[in-house]
């Protein structure tokens, strides 16, 4: 069965350096979503991406944060200057479309900023 | 201001039993539902969900209801087996092409055998 896949599983980062943390989508959808989950909170909602433009964004997902498709298959998550307060479980996740409407996640990539 | 609520941080339930787990949302514009289940250090899992021109939907051994005029909906799991204890998710969304999730919680739900 096709699944979204992460990596890295885990990415430690001194404050201030720049991460990007990957996600290879389910290859026939066609929405990409990034959430984050920080430890004992809820899973919130950070950025959707459609034909290669994001759709809409939260206002944690501030001028830090960046995503991009730089090919047919992966989607990532910038973050240009990691702050302690990003540290968190973020998710990738994907969506067929049409009458679809359930979004599929990945494993999740754990960020620790230090 | 918190539009998906699940007011039951945790439940505990004897196998063979049926778990119901309950949700809660304030926004009159979400049409769609879903339920996830997650395992700690993985990713939610899509359980079942429901379209609001509905006020049930079947899969095995989930069901979920939904009650549009209380903004309710509620997953009832029977049996309840050990291998469901996990924490759920409800979540929300308009189902416009590119509808975002908006999450519950989570309801930490444990089956003892």
């Known amino acids: 069965e096709p699944e979204v896949t992460q990596t890295p599983s885990h990415q430690v980062t001194q404050m201030g350096q720049e991460v990007i943390l990957r996600c290879v989508p389910i290859s026939n959808h066609l929405y990409f979503y990034w959430y984050r989950q920080i430890l004992g909170q809820k899973v919130e909602f950070l950025v959707s991406f459609y034909n290669n433009e994001i759709s809409e964004k939260s206002e944690i997902f501030d001028d830090q944060f960046s995503v991009e498709r730089p090919d047919g298959s992966n989607f990532t998550l910038k973050i240009r200057s990691t702050k302690l307060e990003d540290s968190a479980m973020y998710f990738c996740?994907?969506?067929?479309?049409?009458?679809?409407?359930?979004?599929?996640f990945g494993p999740g990539t754990r960020l620790t900023v230090t | 201001d918190q539009q998906v609520k699940q007011n039951s941080p945790s439940l505990s339930v004897q196998e063979g039993r049926i778990s119901i787990l309950n949700c809660d949302y304030t926004?009159?514009?979400?049409?769609?539902f879903l339920w996830y289940k997650k395992y700690p250090a993985e990713g939610p899992t899509f359980l079942i969900s429901?379209?609001?021109?509905?006020d049930k939907n079947e899969d095995g051994r989930f069901t979920v209801f939904l009650n549009k005029s209380a903004k309710h909906l509620s997953l009832h799991i029977v049996p309840s087996q050990p291998g469901d204890s996990a924490v759920y998710f409800c979540a929300a969304s308009v189902s416009t092409n590119a509808g975002k999730s908006t999450f519950g919680d989570g309801t930490t739900l444990t089956v003892k055998p």
């Open positions: 429901i379209s609001s021109i509905k």
């Open positions: 996740a994907s969506k067929k479309g049409g009458s679809w409407w359930e979004q599929y």
């Open positions: 926004n009159s514009m979400f049409d769609y």
